[in-house]
């Protein structure tokens, strides 16, 4: 078994506050405009909601909590957005000692530091299956294209589940729109591979399962519950009921986070929705009514993915007085994506506090910014990224969270600093 570190991680890395603009490339070439003016008139043009552009401004004014400073127990939540697995990080994986781990070790101490840590499996891991859902020969640990693919149906190697776990994960959401890659069988393998090797998932079930969507973890005297759903599967029917649907389900969805977070055993509920809009860093509207309803229904956090960009976060305080916290996308972890802003992303820490007799409650959030990078082919997630102007992804992750939040020097990565 692996054991985590103390809730409270330190950082020994300074960060550059300097902000800067930013040069994003389109396709007729290089456009630079400071950051948020960027962000919000590109998201004018995509015709996103004037409530989206909104929460991106408040977003960068950072977060604090007004019971960041209540003493109890304390549990730390890391999390990162799409494993999502190109062609070229496959064959790397193959060849290379470490693996998946290659891909991400700078990463793997703020996941292992955090009591629990999270990410989205996007796209099965499914052996001896084709793209039609069929039975097939499965090939072996190689990348041949057949059973094991990219994109535009992802197949994964089940060792990436290993591989997750070896880096400190502890649950994962298998609820997205690539779910249905392998059509039934490969959503029943899929899991058949997650149990096996011990890594506990959330949103899918087998074929004629009545399983819960939830998944609970435990870790520092905690239990948290975890549910994930989907927007869509791509068009692929989901003629086996194993997918839950963030819409279509909604009702479904609500009732099961209120009954969630009514449970006395359970500490906290935090949902993680794959929603949004491909490529855009503002929230649509209906994503951010369903985050609110969700927090209304009794969920500590919403924690969401599918745009493989950055998108706000907010706190959305309940009718009751609760706080609870939302990012609309923490992007992708790890992928093949070249432009960058897909190649930006963060790992976010997620602090919890947990008063006598009480459930928990967000405690503060701090976030470590990364980035995607490729040298002659070789794919790795770099952290801290400070570089300036065009090469740089720094003034693209602060612009959208701020510099209040940032995980630096050796402050606490959750609790507010001011608490010590």
């Not at 490729?374 to 794919?379: H, I, L, M, R, T």
């Amino acid at each position: 078994m692996r054991c985590k570190s103390a809730a409270t991680l330190l950082l020994t890395k300074s960060v550059n506050n300097d902000i800067c603009a930013l040069a994003m490339a389109n396709s007729f070439g290089w456009i630079r405009l400071p950051l948020l003016g960027l962000l919000v008139l590109s998201t004018s043009a995509w015709g996103a909601p004037r409530a989206g552009s909104r929460i991106l401004k408040e977003s960068a004014q950072g977060l604090s909590f007004s019971r960041a400073c209540e003493a109890g127990a304390k549990l730390t939540i890391a999390a990162v957005g799409d494993v999502l697995l190109h062609g070229p990080l496959h064959r790397q994986a193959l060849r290379e000692t470490h693996g998946h781990e290659s891909l991400w070790l700078e990463a793997r101490p703020l996941l292992e530091g955090a009591d629990l840590a999270y990410a989205n499996f996007e796209g099965p891991a499914a052996h001896g299956v084709d793209s039609a859902g069929r039975a097939v020969t499965d090939p072996g640990r190689v990348f041949d294209d057949r059973v094991y693919t990219s994109y535009p149906q992802f197949n994964y190697h089940p060792f990436l589940i290993t591989d997750l776990l070896a880096s400190g994960i502890d649950v994962v959401s298998t609820a997205n729109n690539h779910s249905l890659d392998r059509k039934s069988l490969g959503v029943d393998r899929t899991i058949d591979n997650l149990r096996s090797a011990g890594l506990p998932f959330t949103g899918t079930r087998k074929r004629g399962e009545e399983a819960s969507w939830h998944v609970v973890t435990r870790a520092n005297g905690f239990a948290v519950a975890w549910l994930a759903c989907t927007y869509a599967t791509n068009g692929i029917p989901d003629r086996d009921a194993q997918v839950l649907d963030c819409y279509r389900h909604k009702s479904e969805l609500l009732a099961l986070v209120r009954t969630l977070s009514e449970d006395r055993a359970i500490d906290a509920v935090i949902v993680t929705p794959h929603w949004g809009v491909e490529y855009q860093h503002t929230p649509e509207t209906q994503e951010v009514m369903l985050a609110q309803a969700l927090i209304e229904a009794g969920a500590t956090a919403v924690i969401g993915s599918h745009p493989h960009v950055l998108q706000p976060w907010q706190k959305h305080v309940t009718a009751d007085g609760r706080e609870g916290f939302i990012i609309y996308s923490l992007g992708n972890f790890v992928s093949g994506q070249q432009p960058q802003p897909r190649r930006a992303t963060i790992v976010l820490h997620l602090g919890l506090t947990r008063t006598w007799g009480g459930k928990a409650h967000v405690n503060g959030v701090r976030y470590v910014p990364a980035t995607m990078t490729s040298d002659n082919g070789y794919f790795t997630l770099s952290t801290w990224d400070r570089r300036k102007g065009t090469g740089g992804t720094y003034p693209l992750i602060t612009g959208i969270f701020g510099e209040k939040n940032l995980a630096q020097g050796t402050d606490p990565i959750v609790t507010n600093p001011e608490c010590y």
